[in-house]
Structure formats: C-alpha cells, structure tokens
C-alpha cells in the first residue's frame, strides 16, 4: 500500500515557527500534486497550499506570506515551513498526494494521518 506519514508538528509559542514533513512511500509510479490542508475542531477541513510536480503554489489567503510549501521530487517528500505561528493556526494538518500506483498506472488520491500543531501560550 502507498502511505503518507507526517512529522514535524508540535506545540509552539506564538511568533513561533515549524517545518511539517511528509513523505510519500510503496508502489509509486509519480506523483502529480501534493498539498497541505487542516482541520481545526468544529471546522471545516481546509486548504493550507498545494505544490504541482512542476513546482507550481497555491496559499490559503490566511497564510500567504507566512507558509512556504516546497517539495523533493527524488524523495517523494512534500514540505510546509510555517513561519510567524498564530494562536489561529492551531489544527490537525494533513498530507495529501494526486498519484498514479505503480501497478496498472491508477491515479488515486491519499491522505496522511495529520500531525497537530498547536500554537499557544
């Protein structure tokens, strides 16, 4: 099975910065977009950035400035730095992956586990 495993969340003071990891494992073939998004309880889960295999961003309005999505193609690895924390920023943030398995080139969309990040005195 392909899987998604994050790290790098934690508590942080606000002002604080994180760098969230997340890589990708099992029978790839490639992978098209990765992306952060989060869920903060009683909300809906939303949209932090999106990176294309080009290399291609796209930002939620809320962290334009702040967060920097990168990623590493040859360690199918997605990072997210998160500078310039607020208290707002506190959610579960969850990895995702559009690829294609290796076995019959199918285009499937993964999930990761999440990693909390809470931003707090």
């Known amino acids: 099975q392909v899987q998604l495993v994050e790290s790098g969340g934690g508590l942080v003071q606000p002002g604080g910065s994180l760098t969230l990891s997340c890589a990708a494992s099992?029978?790839?073939?490639?992978?098209?977009?990765m992306g952060w998004y989060r869920q903060a309880p009683g909300k809906q889960r939303e949209l932090v950035a999106r990176?294309?295999?080009?290399?291609?961003?796209t930002y939620a309005d809320s962290v334009k400035g702040r967060f920097t999505i990168s990623r590493d193609n040859a360690k199918n690895t997605v990072y997210l730095q998160m500078n310039s924390l607020k208290p707002e920023d506190t959610a579960l943030y969850y990895c995702?992956?559009?690829?294609?398995?290796?076995?019959?080139?199918?285009?499937?969309?993964?999930w990761g586990q999440g990693t909390q990040v809470t931003v707090s005195l």
């Open positions: 995702n992956a559009d690829l294609l398995e290796y076995e019959f080139r199918r285009r499937k969309d993964y």
């Open positions: 099992g029978r790839i073939f490639s992978i098209f977009d």
């Open positions: 990176i294309t295999n080009g290399g291609s961003t």
